[in-house]
């Protein structure tokens, strides 16, 4: 779930931020690696390459707050946990090295505040999600997002099949999907025979979902179950 369209990256690689840039050090995580426990210093990371999920946990349960990618930033010392979804690499700097440098690098600072306000915007708009929404329309609100966030694939383009959609190459499993919306394994699974029977979207392999019209998909969230 791309936090934002503003990264911290390519500020990082401008001239006057090498300062800020060799306050970081490079760390690897492997696909499913537990990254930061709760409240885990007070330390800020930025996402390099790869994904991290970023979720509450109680007992049995776990609430996904964030996907973070490529150029998004987190700090440690909330509840939350972070887990790797694919081989992680992130950038990774005490908090009280880089606030020395937050009032020098105005152009650092804008961009890390926007990073943050859209996580804590998405974690609002999860917590909405999961108090009045129902799976089946969490997993279609979840498959219209990630339709509309990630480019239509070369075949999609081509096929003349798709009105206003496109094959989206999700990279994960149901059971990664039914731990981002808030459910189990075989619901998520149920619900996606069930959304392709109807023909609003094809099972096209593990993780790839074609989406030929993603008006009719988003349009299903409104009708009654």
């Known amino acids: 779930m ?17 300062p800020v840039r060799k306050l970081f050090s ?13 409240k885990a210093g007070d330390q800020i990371f930025i996402v390099t390459s790869g994904r991290a999920r970023v979720y509450l946990a109680y007992r049995d349960k776990e609430f996904t707050m964030a996907m973070l990618d490529a150029g998004d930033v987190y700090a440690t010392h909330t ?18 090295e880089v606030r020395r440098y937050l009032g020098s690098m105005p152009s650092f600072n804008s961009a890390m505040i926007h990073v943050l306000g859209d996580l804590l ?21 979840f498959l219209v997002y990630e339709a509309r966030r990630l480019p239509r694939c070369r075949e999609c383009r081509h ?10 190459s999700l990279g994960l499993n149901t059971e990664q999907m039914a731990t981002i919306i808030g459910s189990s394994r075989q619901t998520v699974s149920s619900l996606l025979n069930v959304l392709a029977k109807d023909g609003v979207i094809q099972l096209k392999g593990r993780g790839v979902i074609c989406i030929p019209d993603i008006a009719v998909l988003e349009a299903c969230a409104a009708q009654e179950n």
Request: charged share 25%; proline share 3%; with cysteine.
């Open 2 to 18: 791309r936090l934002t369209e503003i990264t911290l990256l390519q500020d990082l690689h401008r001239p006057e931020m090498a």
């Open 26 to 38: 490079s760390r690897k995580f492997a696909r499913g690696a537990l990254v930061f426990e709760p």
């Open 79 to 96: 509840r939350a946990y972070v887990q790797a979804l694919d081989d992680l690499e992130i950038l990774i700097a005490s908090v009280s």
């Open 159 to 168: 096929c003349g099949q798709c009105e206003d959609g496109g094959m989206v």
């Open 121 to 141: 915007s998405h974690a609002i708009t999860v917590i909405d999600t999961l108090a009045f929404k129902d799976v089946r329309n969490r997993l279609i609100e």
